[in-house]
Every structure is written in C-alpha cells, then in structure tokens.
C-alpha cells in the first residue's frame, strides 16, 4: 500500500520510500482482502516490468470474489456447496425457502479468516441480515448449510501442481466457524485422493500457483467451499510440522532461478 506507481515514456516504474525499486526476479504477493484493488495493480505493474509473479492479479481476483471462483470451479466440474447470488435482495427469503432451508450460510462477497460469514437459523434473522446488507449496498452471497460437518473443514495447501499439507479445521466453542483466527484448532489429516485431486485442479482453473483450499465433507460427498490466495501459514504449520513457506521457497527455486540460468 505504501508503493507509488509511475509510468513514463513505456517503462513501468515502482516508488518507495522516495526511492526507485529495482525489478525483483519474482513478486510473493501476500494482499489482505481490504487491499485487493490496489495490492494487484502493484503486482501488475511488477509484471509488467518483467518480474515473475508468483500468484497473477487475475488469479487472485478470481479467488476474492466468492461467488466467480464458485463459478469457475462449478464450470469446471468442481462439486460446490448450492450457492446463491443476486444484486437485488427481494428474492432471497424465497429461494431459502425452495432451495436452501434452515440453517443456511451467509457471506460478504469479499472477505477472510472468517469475517463476513454467518449462520443464519430462521426466518427471522434472515429478514433482518437482508435488510442490513441491502442497506449497506453490501454483496453477499447464501449457502446450503452442510450440518454433518458442522464447524469443520479441510484447509488443503498447494504450491504449484503439488499438495505440501492439509488439515482439519475444527471450530472452538460456541462457534461454527473453524478458521484458526478464530479460536478454531488444526489437526493433520491424510486426504482422499478425490479431495487431492479437486484441490489441485481448483487452483489451476483459477489460474493460482500457491493458494489454500477448504473442503466440507458431505453426504453428497467432497465439496469446495473456498480458494485462498494469501492463505495463512502459521496455524497449518503448526498442526502438521510442514515448512510451507520453505515448501515456497523451494518451488520459486526450482520452477523461475532455474528458468533464469
């Protein structure tokens, strides 16, 4: 947020502190969700420059917007929890009525570690959230509620084409969200080979190459719920031992150094 953005006679040039930067040989991006806009257009104009990048804007795009990753990944043939999105609110109690039921998940458009979700129980709560979002001109998005995997999930990380860890989730008391920022607590687990699969082709489709997966274990079998950009590392480490910043470190080793030799 801090980096001023010059562009003069064709050449893309990147300020900071009163200084002129160097091109990097690769760009981390690591862009918190209220920084979306302006955290890409700097890793855009890194690339531009001629740095490589190791998530594109596009990709990171594609994953904060809930409901175009859900897009992608349901064009693709990735199962995903029944979703609904609508700029007019009307509409919404009687979709939940046909289609989602009670209890259902509401979401802001845009948001992480868990900010933004809520469980909504009946009627009543739903009319009054509505009314508040639709107030607040804010977009959020409605989903069915998996109960038999009530306050878990899977966080799955992949760097490149390769999962370098994976953990339940659970959710601390009194709470159904399971994010580690949230008091929820982190256990190693051993994926399905169909929850390995669907992670790694999520990624790819939305044209990420370090992210974190969540996957709810239902009934109806493995569903994608979210794609990370700029997942966290320290609760995952901590539950399964895994250098994952190494994990990336070792990767822009092998996949750019050895492209620039």
Known sequence: MECDLLIENGR????????????????IPRIGSSATVFGTTVVRHFQEMGASVLNSPAGIFNSRDKFRSLQLLAGHNIPI????????????ERIVNRKLGY????KVLEG???IGVHLIENEVDAHHMFNRFSLAK????????????KGKDVRVFI???????????????????????RGGMGQRIVLSEEEREMAIRAVKILGLQ???????????????IEVNSSPGLEGIEGATGVEVAE???????????????
């Open 247 to 261: 994990e990336i470190i070792q990767f822009i080793e092998e996949r750019y150094c050895n492209e620039n030799t």
């Open 81 to 92: 929890p029944v979703t609904y999105f609508s700029n007019d609110l009307h509409q919404a």
């Open 103 to 106: 209890p259902f998940i509401l």
């Open 12 to 27: 893309f040039i990147v300020v900071y502190n009163n200084e002129v930067l160097l091109k990097p040989d690769i760009v």
């Open 210 to 224: 370090v992210a974190g997966v969540d996957i709810l274990r239902s009934k109806k079998g493995a569903l994608i």
């Open 138 to 149: 804010q977009k959020i998005i409605l989903q069915e509620f998996i109960k038999e995997f």
């Open 112 to 114: 992480t570690q868990g």
């Open 159 to 181: 760097v490149g084409n390769k999962v370098v860890a994976s953990m339940m989730r659970i959710a601390g008391p009194d709470e159904f969200r399971s994010n580690i920022h």
